[in-house]
């Protein structure tokens, strides 16, 4: 037990280890850029999305980060080239939960939960 701040061998020992080892994502990265997540993130090209790519590949509005209870989910909103997450592609209107470390990738850009 020396220097140690929390003894694990306790039940409370062992729960205050594992606080903060799921954390929830709070925001995304891409291009060297953080976006903190709101209630409701709209991803796309054109010009009124929250997070606007760059790029002929992705849609005018493209997909759609929605908070629900204390989760994220993705929606692919009817894109022309898909949304993938984690390489799979996602069906088009449906909610898919993201996680942290997740990678969505929009064309060619990827974005990930942190």
Not at 8 to 37: C, D, I, M, R, T
Not at 79 to 102: E, H, Q
């Amino acid at each position: 037990m020396a220097n140690e701040t929390i003894v694990k061998n306790s039940p409370v020992g062992q729960h205050l280890e594992n606080v903060g080892k799921n954390k929830p994502a709070s925001y995304l990265v891409f291009n060297k850029k953080k976006v903190e997540l709101v209630a409701k993130i709209r991803i796309g090209r054109d010009s009124d999305n929250e997070v606007i790519i760059d790029n002929k590949l992705a849609s005018r509005h493209h997909a759609l980060i929605q908070k629900i209870k204390d989760a994220y989910f993705i929606k692919d909103e009817d894109s022309t080239n898909g949304t993938f997450v984690n390489g799979v592609r996602i069906p088009a209107g449906k909610y898919v939960k993201l996680n942290k470390d997740d990678k969505i990738t929009i064309g060619n850009m990827t974005l990930v939960m942190y």
